[in-house]
């Protein structure tokens, strides 16, 4: 039985692989994301065009959420694309 | 009566020449005043590309509506929209404080960004 000890990991934990820890959105006291800014929503969207889940960006749940909503009606109003192959 | 601030975008359909396009515009825009709702602002982008085909067309006329009514104008409004087969997509939005503010402070910049180039020319012929 292999005391656990000398327990070696398989490969290395990521410990903190993004540094982006703070939310861009409360640091720069956003007030509100406008739907209409399409180049504004590209940045917060993969190449596929799927929201940038909030461990990879660092947002607030609250500005999260605010984003969410805009990317939807942007999508709506074929500003932003459902799905697309390379986006940038 | 209780009045709300809205914003509404609707993208016409290309296909139409420029006096339909206005004229549809124009039918909308009657459309809000005779129910008694005064518009504040208007935007019209023009024809922009879309970024997935909507009915096989790939690209759209947009134009943007800014308007305070009651809410009792908004179902007739939104009814005529679906009606008219000219317009392809609309969506309209009531405004929330920080969407009143935010749309205030863009006039504001759009302002300001046309009174600046006049001076820039001014001086340059200065």
Known sequence: MADNKNVRYLNPIAIDTKSERYCRFREKGFKYIDYKDADFLLMLVNEQGKILPRRLTGTSLKYQRRVGKAIKKARHLALLPYLADQLR | ?126
């Open chain 2, 1 to 126: 009566m209780f009045r709300n601030r809205y914003e509404t975008v609707f993208i016409i359909t290309p296909v139409l020449s420029d006096e339909q396009t206005k004229e549809v515009v124009k039918k909308f825009k009657d459309l809000l005043k005779d129910t008694g709702a005064n518009i504040t602002h208007e935007e019209n982008w023009g024809m922009r590309k879309l970024a997935y085909p909507i009915q096989k067309k790939s690209t759209g006329f947009y134009y943007l509506v800014e308007f305070d009514a009651e809410p009792s104008v908004i179902l007739p409004f939104e009814t005529e929209f679906r009606r008219d087969e000219r317009i392809i997509r609309f969506l309209t939005t009531k405004m929330d404080k920080n969407h009143i503010e935010f749309a205030e402070s863009r006039r504001d910049r759009e302002a300001d960004r046309r009174e600046k180039p006049k001076q820039s020319t001014a001086e340059a012929q200065a």
